[in-house]
Nanobody, 124 residues
């Protein structure tokens, strides 16, 4: 069992930065692949970024490549999403998710645990 709690969301101007954090608890975190997803109003949840269990492999949705960076700190049981050059279209609720398995995935159906989400709003 893994419990996830996101933080770090807020209001930022276009071009600005935010760092989202996801605190994980549970014995299996160190072997779990992690992902960030987002859901904008009226839209379906979409993949943002994923990282494998060791942090050695990362994967991004095309629209965030070069702007967002996913990372993890095994010692602290934390996963981060550094978001730079934010755009109004990045506005959404961002969710942290964990897999029971070690490989990264962009498929939300392959994630077993989810946080409650944190709101990111980008003003133009």
């Amino acid at each position: 069992q893994v419990q996830l709690v996101e933080s770090g969301g807020g209001l930022v101007q276009a071009g600005g930065s935010l760092r989202l954090s996801c605190a994980a608890s549970g014995r299996t975190f160190s072997r779990s692949a992690m992902g960030w997803f987002r859901q904008a109003p009226g839209k379906e949840r979409e993949f943002v970024a994923a990282i494998n269990w060791s942090g050695g492999y990362t994967y991004y949705e095309d629209s965030v490549k070069g702007r967002f960076t996913i990372s993890r700190d095994q010692a602290k049981n934390m996963v981060y999403l550094q978001m730079n050059s934010l755009k109004p279209e990045d506005r959404a609720v961002y969710y942290c998710a964990a897999r029971k398995y070690s490989g990264a995935s962009s498929n939300a159906d392959e994630y077993d645990y989810w946080g409650q989400g944190t709101q990111v709003t980008v003003s133009s």
